[in-house]
């Protein structure tokens, strides 16, 4: 009984420093993935900055382009006469929605590429909590464990002599 006390009480201080070593190797993978989150984060956010104004120039290149194509003065107003002007400015809307579309298409492919990168990431955070949760769980059991083996140093040498004879008995 006294070994058993014994024992108990030198383990629950080894489980414990166990906890704690755990806590401790958790923050630092947790500050790794955490890091490596920021700047996943400020890359991206460079990403789309780079994207909005690479856009913005061919937006504004291509609207030069087609205004380009509208004559100005009395060649405007002849073209208004015979309809050409109305077919390039149909013509110019055509391009226009086509360019919008095309930036929105790769606005949402750039988008969707970094959300994968991110579900990738916070898939190894959760692992990693979920991990951890499992490991300190697992401790905080060792502990309990014994702890009652420590209270079992408690009790009177007698009833725990009734308590194995019982459960000798019931066994037999």
């Known amino acids: 009984d006294a070994v058993r006390a014994e024992v108990a009480a ?7 420093r166990h906890i704690t070593d755990a806590r401790g190797a958790f923050q630092e993978r947790s500050k790794s993935l955490e890091s490596a989150k920021r700047t996943m984060t400020a890359e991206h956010r460079s990403e789309r900055s780079k994207l909005k104004d690479r856009q913005r120039d061919e937006w504004n290149e291509g609207t030069r382009g087609r205004a380009s194509r509208l004559p100005r003065g009395v060649k405007a107003l002849w073209w208004r006469l ?4 109305r077919e390039v400015r149909n013509l110019n809307e055509r391009e226009a929605q086509q360019q919008r579309e095309r930036q929105q298409e790769e606005r949402e492919r750039l988008v969707a590429g970094q959300l994968d990168v991110r579900r990738s990431l916070q898939a190894k955070i959760s692992e990693l909590r979920v991990a951890q949760a499992e490991r300190l769980k697992e401790l905080r059991r060792d502990v309990g464990r014994f702890i009652g083996l420590s209270r079992l140093r408690e009790q009177s040498s007698h ?6 004879r019982l459960g000798l008995r019931l066994d037999q």
């Open 82 to 85: 015979t309809g050409q002007y």
């Open 159 to 164: 009833s725990l002599n009734n308590s194995l």
């Open 10 to 16: 030198r383990m629950t201080g080894t489980i414990k």
